[in-house]
């Protein structure tokens, strides 16, 4: 079971008398609901076992297999995806990282049976700020008292477990919270209520629940990990969700070119159709670029996990930039449709709710300013002892079919990485003597943007690498997540040969490069010339029902949508 036979079990998205279609999708979120079709058939499909390890039965071994999976689960419902899918992975994770035996055969007994597990980590007076969490566990005769509360846990009330984020000891710093893995059945009904449920206005069928504690018993073996080790097992676990979470949202994004594109070449005005107008191809052109570079960028970070478990930064970098480049890419297509970007009925409503459902997927888990948090205090000694005098990445690296080793969770640090291949990468194919051409100038273009964030980065003092740093602190943080997109990008390219369009790679790479500001690498003739050429590109893969991304495979369906 893959993608693949995922896509052909949930048929054509734009058949209306498809129960799993976007029409049936759009009625159940108008009722703020899941979709009972869509999760009866994730029951069948097993997705579950996508998220438990072979070793304890299920199917997950890579994590750019599983990302593809989950991908296509959120081009057609990000309600399903995020409500029957993450959740629950985000949730089992930190039990694969942390739980002894016991608990990781339960937990796996429990999804393979097409149970949920909830990853109640979220206070709402507190949001990510996961050190000063308020909910606690206090020993007390052989057994933990939880009290406090939880809130906005997707699945919270319909979770068969909890795997519950408490603090366990009164000192400031990282050691003063741990992880608990409780069934719901062992949550005694004098102990536990539930609250009401939060509606939003992104992801509406995602039941986000809350609960409150009181003085709440559980036994004594809940505790994963040791006690004091929750931070550290919620971080080694979360390089894995933040690294997935970049890849799945090219599924949303995908959806959304196809609908704006789609409308470009239906809709008639001006003597012709939205597609004629010049500034209507440039948009599309734009944003299926913007859709390569967070799926080059995302699958380089999802390889990583596998060939490079030191390096902890390449996540939250990831999680940060695709989430800009996407909430970009859907305002810029929005301005393609119109009034039609808007309605939530008609051939196009899909878009809008694409566009409101990844907004929530792109801060959730982690803000954007908490990713830049994350990074900030190693830049300096990157700048000083990596960057431009490290050795290049392993080549394996950017070969997307390439093989990898099953991932193995305990091999991921939470510490300081001890080199920065990509940035490695970077100044190896920058260095190269060029040949004039555009992909050779924005090597050398990186390469000086390279140069110049060293500079500024060696020279960070103290104060600018915390949560109190100048908005230029930040905005140097911010330039080296597009520079780690940069060598992704120029590297898979240079491995592929002939695999991925010319076009397609000055076309990303002119958008990231707009990302850092100063003068344009192409003419305006070259860049009139490479837009021409991707939307080209993206209307016949509309028009072959092929997806946008690196893979190009073919979806359900006869022709394009309406």
């Not at 909910?135 to 909890?162: C, H, M, P, Y």
């Not at 009401?196 to 609960?211: D, H, I």
């Not at 504690?213 to 929750?230: R, Y």
Request: glycine fraction near 8%; aromatic fraction near 8%.
């Amino acid at each position: 079971m893959g993608a693949e036979e995922l896509d052909a079990l949930l048929g054509d998205p734009w058949d209306a008398e498809n129960p799993l279609g976007y029409a049936a999708v759009l009625d159940a979120d108008e009722r703020h609901e899941m979709l009972a079709e869509g999760e009866q058939l994730l029951d069948r499909f097993c997705m579950n076992a996508e998220f438990v390890p072979v070793e304890y039965g299920g199917r997950f071994t890579r994590a750019d297999r599983l990302a593809q999976i989950q991908r296509t689960l959120w081009r057609r419902d990000p309600c399903l995806g995020l409500g029957y899918g993450l959740s629950s992975f985000i949730a089992s994770v930190n039990i694969w990282t942390s739980g002894d035996e016991d608990q990781r055969r339960r937990a796996a007994e429990l999804l393979l049976n097409n149970g949920r597990i909830a990853a109640a980590f979220h206070e709402l007076d507190h949001g990510n700020d996961f050190a000063n969490a308020e909910f606690s566990a206090q020993r007390r005769d052989g057994r933990w008292l939880l009290s406090g509360r939880k809130e906005i846990v997707t699945n919270l009330r319909r979770a068969d477990a909890v795997v519950l984020y408490a603090r366990t000891g009164e000192a400031v710093g990282s050691r003063s919270h741990s992880q608990f893995l409780v069934a719901r059945d062992d949550l005694p009904a004098a102990g536990v209520r539930d609250l009401p449920r939060f509606l939003s206005s992104g992801m509406r069928g995602v039941q986000l629940g809350a609960m409150a504690f009181t003085d709440c018993p559980i036994p004594a073996d809940s505790l994963l990990g040791a006690e004091g080790q929750g931070m550290e097992s919620a971080l080694r676990a979360y390089q894995i969700t933040r690294s997935i979470t970049p890849a799945v949202t090219v599924g949303p994004l995908d959806t959304a070119l196809r609908a704006a594109l789609g409308f470009a070449l239906d809709r008639r005005l001006y003597g012709g159709v939205a597609a004629d107008i010049p500034y209507v191809r440039s948009v599309i052109a734009r944003a299926y670029a913007d859709l390569l570079a967070i799926d080059a960028f995302s699958a380089v970070v999802l390889r990583a996990l596998h060939l490079s478990p030191t390096i902890a930064l390449y996540a939250p970098a990831a999680k940060y930039l695709t989430s800009r480049i996407a909430l970009d890419a859907f305002e810029e297509l929005r301005s393609v449709l119109g009034a039609q970007g808007y309605l939530r009925q008609g051939p196009y409503a899909i878009f809008q709710k694409m566009a409101r459902d990844i907004a929530p997927a792109t801060f959730a888990h982690i803000s954007r300013a908490g990713c830049l948090v994350m990074i900030l205090p190693h830049l300096p000694r990157l700048a000083r002892r990596a960057w431009l005098q490290g050795s290049p990445a392993a080549e394996e690296l950017f070969d997307l079919e390439g093989e990898l080793p099953p991932l193995n969770p305990a091999r991921l640090t939470v510490g300081v990485p001890p080199a920065d291949g990509l940035m490695g990468t970077l100044a190896e194919i920058g260095g190269r003597d060029s040949d004039g051409g555009a992909v050779s100038r924005f090597a050398t273009r990186f390469l000086d943007e390279l140069r110049s964030l060293r500079d500024e980065c060696a020279g960070l003092p103290p104060r600018d690498i915390t949560i109190s740093a100048a908005p230029e602190a930040f905005a140097l943080a911010d330039r080296y997540t597009v520079l780690l997109a940069a060598a992704s990008v120029l590297a898979v390219w240079d491995q592929a040969g002939a695999r991925y369009g010319d076009a397609e790679l000055i076309g990303v790479l002119d958008r990231l490069a707009g990302r850092l500001g100063g003068r344009s690498v192409l003419t305006t003739a070259e860049r009139e010339s490479t837009e021409d050429k991707l939307f080209a590109a993206a209307a016949q893969h509309c028009l072959d029902r092929r997806l946008f991304d690196l893979t190009a495979r073919r979806v359900p369906g006869e022709g394009r949508q309406p």
